[in-house]
């Protein structure tokens, strides 16, 4: 059987009526890039129930790799996450109300989680094929970072052999057009061809 690697994508959220993520990691799913299947799912933005469904995905398929993708509304390039910390803080409340200040994502748990994924070598990679990228030391402290570390921590619990990674992506054109104030914004095509290539990077450093 192929190997496979899982995509995740989020719902809409904060008044949005689209999550590019979500239209990403679909455009993805069911494709093979470098010997790798991709399978793909649509996470909540509600606390714990993102943790929850990415789990069960992780269960379902038992992808040799995770790449968690979410919205950076504000960003204007793809942002390869290096770190995931245990750390809930809201800026607005998610999609069931919740409003969480100043909790953990895992009571007890360690401080931070680095990407397992090769960070560095995705965000020099799609420079080098002119796509905007850097590495990004903070994944916020909303429904992202928390989904980033609590895969991190089950992986790492359950799933050691399993890499994870986390990129954020900007709003894409249909959202940014007329807006006001202005809007940074990216294609919906160039974000799918960057998560492509960071896909090929992750199935690169899987072969022995
Ligand atoms: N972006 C939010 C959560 C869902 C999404 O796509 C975030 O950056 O936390």
Redesign the pocket.
């Known amino acids: 059987m192929m190997s496979r690697i899982l995509l995740t994508?989020?719902?809409?959220?904060?008044g949005e009526k689209v999550?590019?993520?979500?239209l990403a990691v679909k455009q993805l799913e069911g494709k093979t890039i470098a010997g790798l299947e991709v399978v793909a799912g649509v996470?909540p933005?509600v606390t714990v129930k993102?943790i929850d469904e990415a789990v069960k995905l992780i269960e379902k398929y038992e992808p040799v790799a995770v790449l968690n993708?979410?919205?950076?509304?504000g960003r204007v390039e793809l942002s390869i996450e290096k770190v995931a910390i245990n750390v809930k803080d809201y800026r607005i409340p998610?999609n069931e109300g919740n409003q969480i200040r100043y909790a953990p994502v895992v009571e007890g748990g360690p401080d931070a989680y680095f990407a397992t994924i090769p960070v560095e070598k995705i965000a020099d990679s799609l420079v080098e094929k002119v796509i905007p990228a850097s590495v990004s030391y903070t994944?916020?402290?909303?429904?992202?970072?928390?989904?980033f570390y609590g895969v991190s921590h089950y992986l790492r619990n359950n799933k050691p052999g399993v890499l994870n990674g986390f990129i954020?992506?900007p709003f894409i054109l249909e959202q940014a057009a007329g807006a006001k104030p202005p809007r940074a914004s990216m294609p919906l095509e160039v974000i799918v061809k960057g998560l492509e290539i960071a896909v090929e990077v992750v199935a690169e450093g899987l072969e022995k």
């Not at 994944?139 to 989904?147: L, S």
């Open positions: 994508g989020f719902e809409p959220f904060g999550n590019p993520s979500e996470l933005v993102c993708v979410g919205q950076a509304g998610d994944a916020g402290t909303y429904c992202c970072n928390e989904v954020h992506i």
